[in-house]
């Protein structure tokens, strides 16, 4: 199966369900790119937020408990995925 993004598997399930008229398909491809596009930007700057993360928590951290590092990461990980790394 071929790995897909969210806005990817909605595009194809709301091809299946809509019946749009050809200019309407055409705004509905536009907004899809775009939708598409921010994901992306959302994937990259998650990605980067995180790879700062696990630096800071190599250099400035390295002192603390296993546990402490450890939940550290869990609430890293529940940020991001509540609406990104604020």
């Known amino acids: 199966m071929k790995k897909q993004t ?15 008229f050809p200019s309407e398909w055409q705004r509905f491809n536009q907004v899809i790119e775009e939708a598409k596009a921010m994901e992306k930007e959302q994937t990259e700057e998650n990605m980067a937020h995180a790879i700062t993360f696990g630096w800071e928590l190599s250099h400035y951290h390295r002192d603390k408990e296993p546990e402490k590092l450890l939940q550290m990461q869990k609430d890293f990980i529940t940020s991001v995925i509540k609406g990104g790394y604020k």
């Open 6 to 20: 969210a806005v990817e598997w909605l595009h194809m399930k709301l091809d299946v369900y809509l019946e749009l």
